[in-house]
């Protein structure tokens, strides 16, 4: 059986209830498809999942798995002779890989056919999903069942040293929207950042303050243990508790308690031990605003 993807159990509101109810059906679909058909499917949604940690799931059109983020973007159905994803803004998305092969004729769907023997390229269907939530976080699109609310412009104001100016919000859209519009090299860092984030703390919670992404466990009253911000030639990463953390990050501050990890571009092998800091920094009581 496909392994099932592990959501936050923690939020009980009821979009959460929504998207685990669909969770549910979409994990009982892949095992009633079964074979080739049922594997592609849960490979499908484990790559959405990897690309978009903050993706809501959704149940529509009596059968039809589709993923959220500030709207629909894409959905997956199985067919008696293939797997068919559709990808709702495809036409206004750059395809690079050639990726799509049905549905080309149209001016807003675009969808890739896969059949018996062929395999995913993971690669290439990763960038036409980062391309797909990007579009949805900078384009008013329709407001769906379950996804959190529309930014009223499309365009984002870079601050000084490109730090986006994004507006004080809670929730997973907030930070996908600064993410989204972080300059070059720093969007990339930005999408592994939050979901090493995501994937050592499953219950994390989420929001944008001083146009910098906040992480804390917990309601808001045990604070924040993380928080990072865009300069011109680095991403600093500051714990709030740092210097209870071992060994401490490496930069200081003057403010008590507080370490610093500057991430300059292509720096990202340090992956093992950011995971440890961010471990032991949500186990901390956190920093209260």
Known sequence: MPPKITRN????????????????????????VGGWRGERLA???????????GVIEEWKWKGTPVWSH??????????????KITFHHGAQLSDPGHLFNAGL???????????????????RLKVLLRAAVTYNTTHKVPKSKGSTAIRGSGKVVLLAGGNPQI????GDAPVQSYIAAMPGW?????????ALIVRTVPTVRKAVRWNSP?????DASQGWFLSYHCYTKYIKVTFFRGTALTPPPPGTSKTKGVRYLDIHEGETDHEEQLASWIGQAAALPGWVL
Do not use: C
Not at 214 to 218: A, D, L, S, T
């Open 105 to 123: 004729e149209g001016n807003k769907w675009r969808a890739i056919d896969i059949h018996e023997g062929e395999r995913i390229d993971r690669k």
């Open 214 to 218: 906040f992480y804390g466990v917990g």
């Open 167 to 170: 507006p004080k919000g809670d």
């Open 43 to 53: 490979e499908i949604r484990q790559i959405i999942h990897e690309v978009d940690p």
């Open 9 to 32: 159990s923690a939020n009980s509101t009821p979009k959460a209830a929504e998207s685990t109810e669909a969770a549910r059906r979409i994990d009982q679909l892949i095992v009633d």
């Open 186 to 194: 720093k969007h990339d860092v930005g999408r592994w950042l939050d």
């Open 70 to 83: 500030e709207g629909m973007y894409v959905n997956a159905n199985a067919f008696k002779d293939k797997v």
